[in-house]
């Protein structure tokens, strides 16, 4: 069969079939499934006249599945965009009117292969690549533009990425349930594979190349062995297969102790042979159902996952058996920087930087160092993870956390492209001023050529892909970013509100003020002035009274403080002496309590309760002020939403409409649960013109406590 001939069926029936699963809008109301890909008809009449001049066909002029997919996203963008079927053929020989998908001459292995143009040329928008990726980044582009309605007039536009892997790690398990997931199980239906793929699949492959996404971890970092098992790895070819022809490469998160647990082995130490052996079998047998796998990615000898430590090898040992595995192929090992041990002692602020930093220089060339963007956990304001700028001679990945684990689950809108541009933007100073994470990350600055950023995933089953409609923005976000991190928040979030919400530009500036303030507002109600809240329990409510744990920095009152004379976590050189992991610019931010930035007070310093703030207010005080303003600040996120209402989907606008609702009274709740608490240290009464807490501090732990049961 011919390549033309093939086009023209799929084409017919794409067309015939109206639109695939893709495609599927809702019959009443928006249900949010088609996230920013909702490709509306233009109304605007010379508008669709000028995108219609370029819509007589679509020329596919390069072979390949990739090219493929674009080819069909194209031609189901424009028929929903423009009511119109365009032609799709493989020439366009002096044709003009069309749009050209074309593969560029010149082998380049970079990243820069992955990098689109789009421009006008001979009467045609054409849109080229040295890669199939890149054409089909491209193609998105094009038609992102065509949905924020721009015009095509003096259209050029050429963009590459900045950061080589770009993958979403999904904290999925076997069983179908989710790790910190709030939108519903998990999307893979490993029951039913590999026989039935299930559409989604693709619609979630489409999704992320749209914004440049090109990896994705199928599983938890607390990996179940059974993923290494030839019944599993057939059911993963299945997804890979669909992901492959979104330039989307699939990994795998491992569990170290397989060879023992799965393999049968008397040992998982990384330097014996046997072990070694297995791994390499395994790879090998992994490869040979996948021949494009991505690679492993490695939670080890960290909360009780098993690791190279237990027999006492080092993680460059156990990320260097694995990567030794992978020599034959393309396929990476990224490997976790999250770790801290259980030592009364201790700083778990330091320990990750403790463990890694000796060993830098010690990894294999296949291996990256993933570490989280701060040194704790994910907490709504953390200072960016000491590590960055540490390792030199080792490529570091960086680990955002999309899901809201600490930023109110699905409840709350919390838009969360600030957090990942604060970590990115700031300075380590290692190599002089302008060093910043973001340079570490994208290799500029020690000349990494392996470069990684990853979102944890906040996608589910449900039916919208992420429980909160606003919550599908820091998908987007996390996407955009790690294609191009000098994107403002404000530009990715204008733009997500033009894909999904409204053209009108009025409702947009409203929700888009909403987004930009959404954060601050929620650390005021909840960690405000660098306070943090991990301890081991479902991390949703602050429960700062939490004192029982199996180790130290399992509890509550680990992180916080609190005692009769004041609040925060002492790191300077009179307490644990963290800020000495950071250079001396850095150190001198955040060394002196009367210097240091208020939203980094409490991470460094304990402050008396009747210090003095630059804001003219004591720390009790102050503290008051931003729990009380940062929970009535959602009543304001309230009148943004209803300002809006006009303008937008009414199912949508109700489903966060009521969110708002609850992200309110759940405010409220938050707030007196902490100035309660820690009024019984501060012994002073919450300041005039703030309205006391209608409760009890133990009326408060018992509702928490009934949340936690329920
Ligand atoms: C914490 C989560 C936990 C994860 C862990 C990790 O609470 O569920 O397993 O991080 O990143 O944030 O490994």
Redesign the pocket.
Known sequence: MTRSFIILIFSCLLYGSKISAAGTAASDGDDGYRLWLKYELVKNASLKAEYLKYATFIAQTAEGDIVQSASRELHMGLSKLLGKSVHVTNSFEGKSGGIVLKLESGPDPTQQAEGYRIQLAGGNIVVSSKSENGILYGTFVLLRHMQMRLPVKGLSLASSPKVRFRMLNH?DNPDGTI??GYAGQSLWKWYELPERVDPRYTDYARANASVGINGTVLNN??ASARFMSQEYIVKVAAVANVMRKYGIKTYLSVYFAAPKTLGGLTTSDPLDPQVRAWWKEKVAEIYKEIPDFGGFLV?AN??GEPGPQDYGRTHADGANMLAEAFKPYDGIVVW?A?VYKADPNADRFKAAYEEFVPLDGKFDPKVIVQVKNGPI??QPREPFSPLFGNMPKTPLGMEFQITQ?YLGFATHAVYEAPIFKECLDSDTYVNGEGSTVAKVVDGSLHGYARTLMAGVANTGNSRNWTGHPLAQANWYAFGRLSWDHQLSSEHIAHEWVALTLTENQKASGHIVKLMLRSREIYVDYNTPLGLSRPWMGV?FAPEPWENKGSRPDWTAIYYHRADSVGLGFDRTASGSNALAQYRPQVQQQWNHSDQTPLPYLLWFHHVRWDKKLSTGRSLWAELCTRFYTGADSVVWMQQQWDLAKGSLDPQIYTDVAERLKVQRREAIWWRDAWVLYLQTFARQPIPAGFEPPKRTLEEVKKSVNVYLIR
Do not use: G
């Open positions: 904290w790790e910190r970092v607390n939670k960290s909360e976790r999250f956990d994910f684990e991390h």
